[in-house]
């Protein structure tokens, strides 16, 4: 149980497109999810909290406007990075947190390359 | 911000050989989890403990809360377990958002 799904597993994209990356709770409902970043050698940083239903909760530094994030339903979160540039090559992970439980669960992570 | 450091940094280990991780916060938490992080990049979840003893198999961890430290032992060391291993901590009070630590690379070793 607790399978988070997230996709692509990988992405190429040239300077100035956008990328959406998907994120899945399979077999649970998840109020909340989160998107994390993680540079090479360095540890994860939460990008932002996604609540269902609402408006999503940016840590600070993280730019809204270029990563969006949508959670339109319990079961999947997106978050898109517009007009992505080579800085925001990362990998970039997802956890969802299910109803009444403390614990996150994590995706299999995004690696982003933007050319 | 809550500060979480691990110790040590960097692990390298005979196949067999027993560790101790070490996972050391500045504030009150209400959620502690360890992970284990695989060559991929894939978060495993190893134990969620914000106070007390577990064991799974061949790990087991530790929390002291009142102490503001964790512990994650691994026995018998296999080549599998090399990888990248995390503690990450929840704040009373912060939401359900998780601060991930500084991180301990491990590598086993034939």
């Known amino acids: 149980g607790a399978v988070v799904s997230q996709h692509p597993s990988w992405v190429i994209c040239k300077s100035g497109t956008s990328v959406k990356i998907e994120c899945r709770s399979l077999d649970f409902q998840a109020t909340t999810m989160f998107w994390y970043r993680q540079f090479p050698k360095q540890s994860l940083m939460l990008m932002a909290t996604?609540?269902?239903?609402?408006?999503?909760?940016?840590e600070q530094g993280v730019e809204k406007d270029k990563f969006l994030i949508n959670h339109a339903s319990l079961t999947l979160s997106t978050l898109t990075v517009t007009s992505a540039h080579p800085e925001d090559s990362s990998f970039y992970i997802c956890?969802?947190?299910?109803?009444?439980?403390?614990?996150?669960?994590f995706g299999a992570g995004t690696r982003l390359s933007v050319l | 911000g809550i500060q979480v450091e691990q110790s040590p940094p960097d692990l390298i280990l005979q196949e067999g050989a027993n560790s101790t991780l070490r996972c050391n916060f500045s504030?009150?938490?209400?959620?502690l989890q360890w992970f284990h992080q695989n060559p991929w990049g894939q978060l495993i979840n190893l134990f969620y403990i914000p106070s007390g003893t577990k064991q799974n198999g061949r790990l087991s961890a530790t929390t002291v809360a009142t102490e503001r430290y964790s512990l994650l032992y691994i026995s018998s060391s296999q080549t599998t377990d090399s990888g990248v291993y995390f503690c990450?901590?929840?704040?009373?009070?912060?939401?359900?958002?998780?601060?991930f630590g500084t991180g301990t690379q491990l590598k086993v070793e034939l």
């Open positions: 996604s609540n269902e239903g609402s408006k999503a909760t940016y």
């Open positions: 956890s969802a947190r299910p109803s009444a439980k403390n614990i996150q669960y």
């Open positions: 990450a901590v929840g704040l009373t009070g912060g939401g359900n958002k998780l601060t």
């Open positions: 504030d009150s938490v209400n959620n």
